[in-house]
């Protein structure tokens, strides 16, 4: 049974770390291609990034994979396979559910680990990344992974969800994690500004707390921080995409890159 649920674990573990590589890949790709220099002279932070994303996916896999375990041979959870065990309009308020319930544990957390004497033990490590990347959307120190992982392994066993539509929520949270840190808008313009824009948060307005440190928590919504008042705004990123277009005419990598960004700050 033990070996049964470490097999389960690393399982889970290796899915989470070969779905983050993959995604974050992409859309580091991505970036590449459409703002070539933005990541110019940040090879060591991505490097730091990759490697405690790693070491978070590790993490992530051991509830996952408890509850994957107890979910196959001892019916855990409220997940159900068949659509039809539950009304169809259940499908996307699930998901909603779910997505609101992540983002209030977020924000919380993510608060309290904002005080000083927790930041500098837990919270550092994700904002040593200055700016953030397409690979820093898992960059947490081990006691910030814990608060991550936990979460969604806790409410399959409170809120019902169809297995697809769980599928759909960590695709959700796996893609925002990468996106909101990439460092570049990827969502059409009414998904940050304007009326929708306004509860969403999408990578303009995390860049941000990356830059001021305070204010803007949460992680799909606004709603918490304009609630307790610690929303900030979106940022944008004319000036960043300035100096990656300046330092791609000095040179594409190598030493005039590094020295270009080195200078900027
Ligand atoms: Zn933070
Ligand atoms: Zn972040």
């Avoid at 309009?89 to 993510?110: E, I, K």
Wanted: aromatic content about 14%.
């Amino acid at each position: 049974m033990l070996l049964a649920i470490l097999a389960s674990a690393l399982a889970m573990s290796l899915i989470v770390g070969v779905r983050y590589l993959i995604v974050s890949g992409a859309f580091a790709a991505a970036t590449r291609a459409k703002h070539p220099g933005l990541y110019t002279g940040l090879s060591v932070q991505m490097r730091r990034e990759v490697a405690w994303s790693l070491a978070s996916a590790l993490i992530y896999g051991v509830p996952a994979g408890i509850v994957a375990w107890g979910w196959k041979t001892l019916g855990w959870t409220q997940i159900y396979a068949d659509i039809h065990a539950f009304p169809l309009w259940y499908a996307p308020v699930s998901v909603l559910l779910y997505l609101f319930a992540h983002d209030t544990w977020f924000y919380w957390t993510h608060r309290w680990m904002h005080q000083p004497r927790v930041f500098k033990l837990a919270h550092a490590v994700h904002h040593e990344s200055r700016p953030p990347t397409a690979w820093a959307a898992m960059a947490f120190h081990p006691i910030e992974a814990i608060t991550g992982a936990v979460i969604i392994p806790l409410l399959v066993f409170l809120i019902p969800i169809n297995i697809g539509c769980l599928g759909l929520v960590l695709a959700i949270m796996t893609v925002m994690g990468v996106t909101n840190h990439m460092g570049w808008e990827v969502f059409p313009r009414f998904m940050w500004k304007g009326p929708v824009g306004a509860w969403l948060i999408t990578a303009s307005h995390h860049q941000r707390h990356h830059d001021l440190y305070r204010g803007n928590y949460g992680l799909y919504f606004r709603f918490w921080d304009r609630l307790c008042d610690t929303d900030k705004g979106v940022g944008d990123f004319v000036k960043a995409h300035a100096q990656a277009r300046l330092r791609q005419r000095r040179g594409s990598g190598g030493v005039a890159g590094a020295a270009g960004r080195v200078g900027d700050e």
